[in-house]
């Protein structure tokens, strides 16, 4: 059975969908089968795993509608070497769409269950926001990894998260639990970066992954050219440090 995942911060811009799809490719080269989840309509993790959102003939939205279900609109990402369920613009409908449905907070984790032995990781790339789709990534997952920039407003922000998934855990799945807090886009020369790491350590504890991820120009640049950045340039220390968090990951579920 596979392990599944949400990346999740409500914040916007704080690197959800970069960590997605270069652990998608980090795991993929640690010889681990992965499936990621595009929930986002803007589908960036669709694009940055090489996939043109455009052509879809089918993608998450039709298999959130019942329409299809994931073996059907599964597409392989031949650069990252992983399977993606992709995203596009259709995406933005679904909400409204899925009120009206049985057990519309769970229809993402029945689609998922359906194809949960032929994976080791799902990981699902969460929208900005607490919506009925993010909700969907909540109800599916084991656990939650958040990543953050150490800065004062991504701590107000971490309050509010770490709130809502209390209340997703007490009434909707009792599985789910942070799994753990990934700084990303660190930049050791400032003061501030270092204060709120030391925060988050004291604080969090073991919830705080090993792993940095330092700001990269080469994982900002990877995207453009539909390439995993741990494929683009894999000697880059952004893509180490996303390999090394795959391994740390491949270590943590043992524990779990």
Do not use: W
Request: hydrophobic share 45%; glycine share 8%.
């Amino acid at each position: 059975m596979a392990k599944i995942f949400c990346v999740a911060n409500q914040k916007g811009g704080v690197g959800k969908t970069t960590t997605s799809v270069n652990l998608s490719a980090g795991l993929a080269k640690l010889e681990q089968r992965v499936l990621l989840v595009d929930l986002d309509p803007q589908g960036n993790a669709t694009m940055g795993a090489g996939i043109n959102k455009a052509t879809l003939a089918s993608s998450i939205y039709q298999v959130l509608l019942g329409e299809s279900d994931v073996a059907s609109a599964k597409v392989r990402s031949e650069a990252g070497r992983f399977d993606v369920l992709p995203a596009n613009r259709e995406l933005a409908g679904a909400e409204v769409e899925m009120v009206s449905l049985e057990n519309r907070e769970r229809r993402l984790k029945d689609a998922l269950a359906l194809v949960d032995k032929d994976y080791d990781f799902i990981l699902i790339d969460c929208p900005p926001a607490l919506s009925l789709l993010t909700l969907n990534g909540l109800c599916s997952a084991h656990g939650v990894i958040i990543p953050m920039q150490c800065e004062y407003y991504a701590l107000e922000g971490l309050s509010d998260l770490v709130n809502t998934i209390k209340k997703v855990h007490a009434n909707l799945n009792t599985d789910l639990r942070i799994i753990g807090l990934l700084r990303v886009m660190f930049d050791p020369r400032m003061t501030l970066s270092q204060q709120v790491s030391g925060q988050l350590e004291q604080h969090f504890g073991d919830k705080v992954f090993k792993t940095i991820i330092p700001r990269n120009v080469r994982l900002a640049e990877a995207p453009s050219y539909g390439i995993p950045g741990v494929v683009f340039d894999p000697s880059s220390k952004g893509a180490q440090a996303y390999i090394a968090f795959g391994a740390e990951m491949v270590e943590r579920i043992k524990t779990m």
